[in-house]
């Protein structure tokens, strides 16, 4: 089965820079990468995702590469606001496969002011 | 709230007791999914059902069981089995996506389950 791998569990940046979140995979076949945000007490929320068909997808602050060669996706936050502070999963499935979402252990994101 | 109701908030069992978790949506998704989530292990799959009166074993499924009557409800059975069930329990639903049905999921509130 999928096995994703998540880093940094804990990561403190002051307000205003970039972080950095990364993930790698295991099952090549994977082709739906989503990132959710869970702030403290409340539920997980979609962010963004990225289909393997595409390199890169941003929102906003929020951008996410993928590198399917070294089986690898990762999560950019620009301009970081304290609000940005929360626990960060993401996620690897192979869609008209079994369709199971398996998440990583989560990164925990703190924005310093 | 959200559209996915899940009771109780807090629940606590007995040895030996089994204990069930509610999760109620009115979104009209056919996808719903339970996880459990530790600390320090993100979130594991339990049970999934894509239709109604399917459903499939996720990853940790044994000592846990599931029912899909109705498309609006997924109830989870944390049984005698699971010798392990403290943890913090989310119900998940998600719309038809273009590609596939695990897609945008849609997350309830959670239920936080602890052993007397």
């Known amino acids: 089965g999928e096995n994703v791998e998540q880093h940094p569990s804990t990561l403190s940046v002051q307000e205003g820079d970039s972080a950095v979140i990364k993930c790698t995979y295991s099952d090549s076949a994977s082709n739906y990468f989503p990132w959710y945000k869970q702030e403290l007490g409340k539920r997980p929320q979609l962010i963004i995702d990225?289909?393997?068909?595409?390199g890169e997808k941003k929102d906003q602050r929020i951008a996410v590469t993928l590198n399917k060669t070294a089986k690898h996706f990762s999560l950019h936050i620009t301009e970081t606001q304290p609000e940005d502070s929360a626990v960060y999963f993401c996620a690897a499935s192979e869609n008209f496969g079994n369709e199971k979402l398996t998440f990583g252990t989560g990164t925990r994101l703190t924005i310093i002011p | 709230d959200g559209g996915i109701t899940q009771s109780p908030k807090y629940l606590f069992r007995k040895e030996g007791q089994n204990v069930t978790l509610s999760c109620e949506q009115n979104?009209?998704?056919?996808?719903m999914y339970w996880y459990r989530q530790d600390p320090g292990q993100g979130l594991r799959l339990i049970y999934y059902s894509q239709i109604v009166n399917d459903f499939q074993k996720g990853d940790i499924a044994e000592g846990y069981s599931v029912s899909r009557e109705k498309k609006e409800s997924f109830p989870l059975t944390v049984t005698s089995a699971q010798k392990n069930p403290t943890a913090f329990y989310l119900c998940?639903?998600?719309?038809?996506?273009?590609?596939?049905?695990?897609?945008?999921?849609?997350f309830g509130s959670g239920t936080q389950l602890s052993v007397l």
């Open positions: 998940a639903s998600s719309i038809p996506g273009v590609y596939a049905t695990n897609e945008k999921l849609f």
């Open positions: 979104l009209n998704h056919d996808a």
């Open positions: 990225i289909r393997s068909n595409v």
